[in-house]
Each structure stands twice: as C-alpha cells, then as structure tokens.
C-alpha cells in the first residue's frame, strides 16, 4: 500500500472515530462500527510496516533522497497510527485529539467540521426535544442530512488491490445517505416517517430475498443436473470398465490357445528329426552290410 493510500485510510478512520464518538452522544450502538475501525487499524499497520520495510530497502539500495523523504511520511503515519489506537482504546488526551481533527487531505475539511460539530448539534438537539413542538412543524419532513464517504471509500478501493470484507449495514450507502440508523439519527423522523422507512426496507428485503431463493433454486436444479451428467459419466466408466475386463479375458485365451500350438509344433519337430536319425542309422548299416 502506498503513503497516499494510507493517508487517505488516517483520514477514513478519524472520520470513523468521529461518527463513533456522535452515536455515543445519540445513545446508539455501534458494535460493528468498532469492529470495522480496529480492521481499519490492522490494515493501517500492515501498510505502515510495509512501508518501512520499503524505506529500508532504499536505504540499502543507496536512494538517500527517496528514503529521507520516506522517512518522513512514515515517522507522521506512526505517530498517526500511535495516536488513533490510543483514541480508539479510549486513552484520550490533547495530542490525540488534534490528530483525530486534522485531516491529511485538505478536501475533507468540510467532511471533519461537519463531523466535529454533529456532537454539539445533537446536545442542543437533545436540549430542545424537551420542548413542544408543533403540530404543522411535526408533519413537514425535516430536510435530509448525511455524510457521505462514498468518494473517499471508492478511492481508497481503487487503490486497494483487496479490501476489506464489510458487514455493516450503517456503512452501506441507502439512498445516498450513509446507513439505515444513521438516517433516522440525523433526519429526525418522526414515528410514522420511522414505520414508513421501516416498511420500505422490509419490502427491500423481501425482495432481495425473492431473488435470493430464486437464486437458490436455479443452483439447486443446476447441481442437479450435475449429479445427474455425474452419475452418466459414472456408468460410462463403468461399462468401458467391464469392455476392458472382457477384452483382457478374451486376450489371454488368444495367449493361451497360441501357447498350445507353439508347444505342440515343437514337439511334433523332435518326433521328425528323431525319425530322420533313425533311418539315416538303418541305412548306414544296410550299406556297411552290403559292401562287406
């Protein structure tokens, strides 16, 4: 991982521990937020230690510009690191809380205001629904407010051959607001605006899971049409194994039936040589007898 990726990653977790630090305030629970922030961390170590290691290597290689410059990058992403462990393990302090404010990119100031100043909003927030508020101010819908890190999450994928695996649904984009609990905290809803949202993402999901079973069912007839091409195959081997098995038997027969005639056509050519010396002896005596 590159020093601008993992900038971009600083950035990308301050901005988390912000939004933790704002459920908090609004009393939500944020298990899977924390959860997704220390794999941030880990994925921010592993890059940092890749990248020392990457230093080392220029300086053995005898690069003193390019390692110096390094140098420096890694020294402020450790201490960037040091500091966002120490804010997510609740060790707080005023060094810790200036790197958490300060974003490496200038283009996300705007994003960090915003995120600094949701915790004063919602104490005044909570300070003036104690208040009664009225009827025609209940109907209007307040205007839609949401923090969005789709960007900042697309560039720093693109630059991640493998991101991470996310299983939070607060931080999936719905309807280009940055998450289901998030919505309803910074929106305000109101009961039947809450019920209506929830209707609508119960339909969602009905739907999903329509699709979903369908899904199921396609790869269930396909797998079934695989152990069923399985078992053909099976029986093809099968019978090409006995076609084997009957042609073995059928060539030791040949085999044997050869043998057999080998052996009887030897011994038929000892009986005739064995005859041939027999004459042969009977005559050379005739003669013997003759001449004398």
Same mark, same amino acid.
């Given at each position: 991982m590159?020093?601008?990726?993992?900038? &971009?990653? +600083?950035d990308?977790i301050?901005?988390?521990?912000l939004e933790?630090?704002?459920?908090?305030?609004l009393g939500?629970?944020?298990?899977?937020?924390?959860g997704?922030?220390?794999?941030?961390?880990?994925?921010?170590?592993?890059?940092?230690?890749?990248?020392e290691k990457?230093?080392?290597?220029l300086q053995a290689?005898?690069?003193?510009?390019? +390692?110096t410059?390094?140098?420096?990058?890694?020294a402020?992403?450790r201490?960037?690191?040091?500091?966002l462990?120490?804010q997510?393990?609740?060790?707080t302090?005023a060094?810790?809380s200036?790197? &958490?404010?300060?974003?490496?990119?200038?283009?996300?100031?705007?994003?960090?205001a915003h995120?600094?100043s949701s915790?004063?909003?919602?104490?005044?927030?909570?300070?003036?629904?104690?208040q009664?508020?009225p009827?025609?101010?209940?109907?209007?819908?307040?205007?839609?407010?949401?923090?969005?890190?789709?960007?900042l999450t697309a560039d720093l994928?693109?630059q991640?051959?493998?991101p991470p695996?996310r299983?939070d649904?607060? =931080? &999936?984009?719905?309807d280009d607001?940055?998450?289901?609990?998030?919505n309803? +905290?910074v929106?305000?809803?109101?009961n039947?605006q809450?019920h209506?949202?929830?209707q609508?993402?119960?339909?969602?999901?009905?739907?999903? =899971?329509?699709?979903l079973?369908a899904?199921?069912?396609?790869?269930?007839?396909?797998s079934m049409?695989?152990?069923?091409e399985?078992?053909?195959?099976v029986?093809?081997?099968?019978?090409s194994?006995r +076609?084997?098995d009957?042609?073995?038997?059928?060539l030791?027969?040949?085999?044997?039936?050869?043998?057999?005639?080998?052996?009887?056509?030897?011994?038929?050519s000892?009986g005739?040589?064995l005859?041939?010396?027999v004459?042969?002896i009977?005559?050379l005596? =005739?003669?013997i007898?003759i001449?004398?």
């Open positions: 590159s020093a601008s990726s993992l900038l &971009l990653l +600083a990308h301050k901005l988390s521990l933790q630090q704002r459920a908090r305030s939500l629970k944020r298990d899977s937020q924390e997704y922030i220390a794999r941030s961390l880990d994925q921010f170590r592993d890059g940092l230690e890749a990248l990457e230093q080392q290597r290689a005898g690069d003193e510009s390019k +390692a410059s390094l140098a420096d990058t890694v402020s992403l201490k960037q690191y040091t500091e462990s120490s997510f393990h609740g060790f302090s060094a810790t200036s790197t &958490l404010t300060s974003p490496n990119d200038p283009a996300l100031a705007a994003d960090f995120a600094q915790a004063s909003a919602n104490h005044q927030s909570e300070q003036s629904s104690s009664p508020i009827q025609s101010q209940q109907q209007q819908p307040l205007p839609k407010k949401a923090v969005r890190f789709s960007s994928e693109s991640t051959p493998l695996y299983d649904p607060t =931080l &999936l984009d719905d607001s940055a998450g289901y609990a998030r309803i +905290a929106n305000n809803l109101t039947a809450i209506a949202y929830h609508r993402i119960l339909a969602e999901q009905d739907a999903q =899971l329509d699709a079973g899904s199921i069912a396609r790869q269930r007839e396909l049409q695989i152990g069923d399985l078992d053909s195959q029986a093809l081997l099968d019978e194994e +076609a084997m009957r042609h073995e038997h059928a030791g027969r040949a085999r044997r039936h050869v043998g057999r005639i080998a052996r009887g056509a030897s011994r038929s000892e005739r040589q005859g041939v010396i004459m042969l009977v005559v005596i =005739l003669l007898i001449l004398k």
